[in-house]
Structure formats: C-alpha cells, structure tokens
C-alpha cells in the first residue's frame, strides 16, 4: 500500500471511528496516526508471532507514546482513541494494515535496524524496528496467514444443500466485515441445524487466496462449531 494511500484510509477511518474531520493540511497530523495504525500493526504482528502472545515491548513502547501525543492532538482520550485503532485489528482492514506495516519495517530492518523518520515527528524508533520481527519470522507468518481463525462470531445462513457439506452452503460473517462467501461444514457441524437458521453463533476458519502477487482476499470460510443458534 503506498504512503498517499495509506494517510487516505487513515484519515477516513478516523472519521468515521472518530467523528473528528482530518483537514488536508494537517500533514503532521496525519503522519502520527499513519505511525499510530503501523505500530498497531506491529504490535498485533509480533503478538501473533511470539510464544507468548504478547508484543515486543519496545513497540508497545512506542505505540503509547504516539497514542497519547496523537489523542492530545485530536482532544480526545487515548483510551477512546486506543479502541478506535483497535477496531481495524477486529475487521476486514487487518491485513492490509498488516502489510503496510511490514512494506514500512523491512526496509529499515535491510539498512541495520535504522530508525523509521517523518517530518515534524520521533519517528520509530531503532529498538522498535530492531525488535520487529525478521524476515524468518515473516515468512512464517506469510506461510500461515493463507487462513485465519475467527472465534464466537455471528454468521448469517445464505444458502444451504442439506445433501452436501462442501459445496451449496453460503454464509455472511457479520462481526468482520466480509462479504457472502461459499461456506464449508466441518464434519462434526449438524448440516440439519445451519440448514434450518438464519443465523447462528459459531467459530469459523476463513481461506485466502492471492493472485498475481496481489493482496489476499477471502475466499471462502469453514464453519468449525456452532455455539448458538440465534433464529
């Protein structure tokens, strides 16, 4: 994703998220959240990566301080803003804020862990970006990130074929965002239950698919459990 591009779904999630109108001319502005999203970014990267879950604390480090500078700046409280940024990491935009993040690193990383600079801020630290994870550790991830599971969401029933678990089945992940996708049934899924709800609560695996070296996007979902059926 590229800087212009990102700085627009930046300053249009924020007002939206926010109800705070990001002026054009607000460029610093507008560069701290970009490193605000790109460090959120980091962080949910290296918790997914470390054995404990929990981020490198140089980047926590410097996603609080640019949390707090940035809500000063927008008068609001860094715990409202905290959960503004935290909605992209519960929806759809979670990749791709991913992959900026890791376009933003890896160059910085290559010239040995060099800070990440922009006008009229910090920048990013050469801790944050010596902690980030390697290209080894990328690699994993990129191997594992052709699925994704989500747990206790609502799915909305839009097709069924009581006669196959494959194929015929249809369903709508309303909590992420995602549009109607082919639904598979695991085999311990009742097919007579998905078939007679509208909607129901459950954990699901979503597949991605790549082509031509372009983002991953969704392509179908496996519905692991039910938890509820709720109508």
């Not at 550790?137 to 969401?153: G, H, I, R």
């Not at 015929?168 to 009742?190: C, H, N, S």
Request: charged content about 25%; hydrophobic content about 40%.
């Amino acid at each position: 994703m590229y800087q212009k591009d990102l700085d627009k779904e930046v300053s249009s999630f924020i007002e939206t998220a926010i109800g705070w109108h990001v002026p054009e001319d607000y460029k610093t502005l507008v560069t701290m959240l970009v490193f605000l999203v790109i460090l959120g970014a980091a962080r949910y990267i290296s918790a997914k990566l470390n054995k404990d879950k929990t981020p490198a604390a140089s980047i926590s480090g410097d996603y609080n301080t640019y949390l707090q500078i940035t809500a000063d700046k927008l008068l609001i409280t860094p715990d409202r803003l905290n959960q503004s940024i935290e909605m992209i990491f519960a929806g759809k935009s979670r990749r791709s804020m991913s992959r900026a993040a890791i376009d933003l690193f890896r160059p910085a990383k290559r010239n040995g862990s060099g800070r990440i600079l922009a006008p009229g801020t910090d920048g990013i630290s050469c801790k944050t970006v010596a902690d980030f994870p390697s290209e080894a550790a990328l690699s994993d991830l990129d191997e594992a990130s052709d699925t994704e599971p989500f747990q206790n969401v609502e799915v909305e029933v839009r097709a069924t074929d009581r006669d196959k678990r494959g194929t015929g089945w249809a369903g709508i992940i309303l909590e992420e965002g995602f549009k109607r996708l082919p639904m598979k049934l695991y085999p311990t899924v009742d097919a007579g239950t998905v078939a007679d709800a509208q909607l129901i609560r459950g954990d699901v695996l979503v597949e991605y698919k790549s082509v031509d070296g372009a983002e991953a996007k969704p392509v179908r979902f496996h519905l692991l459990a039910i938890h509820e059926v709720i109508r």
